[in-house]
């Protein structure tokens, strides 16, 4: 669909996959919301390992039935639209690193917009 072509703005939120918003996983909080703000769509991505501010060393072992691992939430859109979400993050994102950077979009393909 061509609104999606062009310049965009890809926001990418670091977090830890046990962190939580009122007892859920705060990655679903925030894809919840960002769909509700409208956002044209976002992913989340489980690290293998990764090391924070905290300087924690977090990675995935098969003997540990609880697993501590970094995620990111990463959303493309406008400008405008990811500004305007920037918002909604503070009011449930406690820790965690945000960072934001221009891109381009040079093709989106979906069957449902042809």
Request: hydrophobic fraction near 40%.
């Amino acid at each position: 669909m061509k609104r999606y072509i062009g310049e965009r703005k890809r926001l990418r939120i670091y977090i830890d996959s046990d962190d939580r918003f009122d007892g859920r996983p705060l990655w679903e909080e925030i894809v919840k919301r960002g769909k509700e703000y409208g956002l044209a769509g976002a992913t989340v991505y489980k690290g293998v390992a990764g090391m924070g501010a905290h300087s924690e060393l977090r990675s995935f072992t098969v003997w540990s039935l609880s697993q501590k691992l970094p995620l990111i939430v990463e959303i493309i859109d406008s400008e405008s639209k990811v500004r305007g979400f920037l918002a909604q993050l503070d009011t449930i994102l406690t820790e965690g690193l945000v960072t934001l950077e221009d891109i381009e979009v040079i093709a989106y393909k979906h069957p449902k917009f042809q």
